[in-house]
T-cell receptor, first 113, second 111 residues
Framework: EADIYQTPRYLVIGTGKKITLECSQT?????MYWYQQDPGMELHLIHY???????EKGDLSSESTVSRIRTEHFPLTLESARPSHTSQYLC????????????FGNGTRLTVT | KNEVEQSPQNLTAQEGEFITINCSYS?????LHWLQQHPGGGIVSLFM???GKKKHGRLIATINIQEKHSSLHITASHPRDSAVYIC?????????????FGKGTKLTVNP
C-alpha cells in the first residue's frame, strides 16, 4: 500500500484567497509530481521535483508554485485562487529508476467560487 | 489530437465477461503505464511496460512497440473492477518526467 497523503481532500474557497495543497510521502521517494485533472479529462503535469531544492514546471501553464524543502513534502500554493483553478489536483511520487511505478495520493478536489 | 488515444471511451459488461481496453499512441516511447482510477479519484498503478506482456491476477497487459499499441485485459470481470482505466506513455523525447495521458476508459461491470 502506497503511503502518500494529500490534504485537504475537498476545498471550497472564494476568489482571491491564497491556498496551499499539501502532499507528503513516507516512502523516501526522490521524485514527486503534481497533476491537474478536470472531470472526464486526462491528467496534465503542472510541476515536478527530482529531489530537495529541485522543482520544474510541467507542460500545463499554471499559476501555482511548489517547493521541496524536505524529501517527504511537496506543497502546491495558489497565491490568488480563481474559478479557473477549479479542478482535481493529484500528487504522485516514485523512486528514481527506469521501471519504477508511480504512487498517487487520493487527490484534492478544489472549487473556487 | 491527443498523442494517446484509448478505446472504447465507455464500456459496460456483465460480471464474468472478458474485457479488453485498447491504447494507441503516436510517439516513440520508453515505457507505458496502465492506471486505475476509482470514483473517489484515487489512482493506482497497475502495470508499467516497455515490451511484451505482464500479468497480475486477473489483469493482463500487452504492448506492441512496432504498432504503437497496448491492450489491457481483464478476465472474469467483477463489479469491483468498475473504474476508469488510464493509459499513459513516457515519450523518448521531451524530458524523462513528462508522461502523456489518455482520457481514460470508464468500465462498468454489472452483477
Amino acid at each position: 500500500e502506497a503511503d502518500i497523503y494529500q490534504t485537504p481532500r475537498y476545498l471550497v474557497i472564494g476568489t482571491g484567497k491564497k491556498i496551499t495543497l499539501e502532499c507528503s510521502q513516507t516512502m523516501g521517494h526522490d521524485k514527486m509530481y503534481w497533476y491537474q485533472q478536470d472531470p472526464g479529462m486526462e491528467l496534465h503535469l503542472i510541476h515536478y521535483s527530482y529531489g530537495v531544492n529541485s522543482t520544474e514546471k510541467g507542460d500545463l501553464s499554471s499559476e501555482s508554485t511548489v517547493s521541496r524543502i524536505r524529501t517527504e513534502h511537496f506543497p502546491l500554493t495558489l497565491e490568488s485562487a480563481r474559478p479557473s483553478h477549479t479542478s482535481q489536483y493529484l500528487c504522485a511520487s516514485r523512486v528514481t529508476g527506469y521501471n519504477s511505478p508511480l504512487h498517487f495520493g487520493n487527490g484534492t478536489r478544489l472549487t473556487v467560487t | 489530437k491527443n498523442e494517446v488515444e484509448q478505446s472504447p471511451q465507455n464500456l459496460t459488461a456483465q460480471e464474468g465477461e472478458f474485457i479488453t481496453i485498447n491504447c494507441s499512441y503516436s510517439v516513440g516511447i520508453s515505457a507505458l503505464h496502465w492506471l486505475q482510477q476509482h470514483p473517489g479519484g484515487g489512482i493506482v498503478s497497475l502495470f508499467m511496460l516497455s515490451s511484451g506482456k505482464k500479468k497480475h491476477g486477473r489483469l493482463i497487459a500487452t504492448i506492441n512497440i512496432q504498432e504503437k499499441h497496448s491492450s489491457l485485459h481483464i478476465t472474469a470481470s467483477h463489479p469491483r473492477d468498475s473504474a476508469v482505466y488510464i493509459c499513459a506513455v513516457l515519450p523518448t523525447q521531451g524530458g524523462s518526467e513528462k508522461l502523456v495521458f489518455g482520457k481514460g476508459t470508464k468500465l462498468t461491470v454489472n452483477p
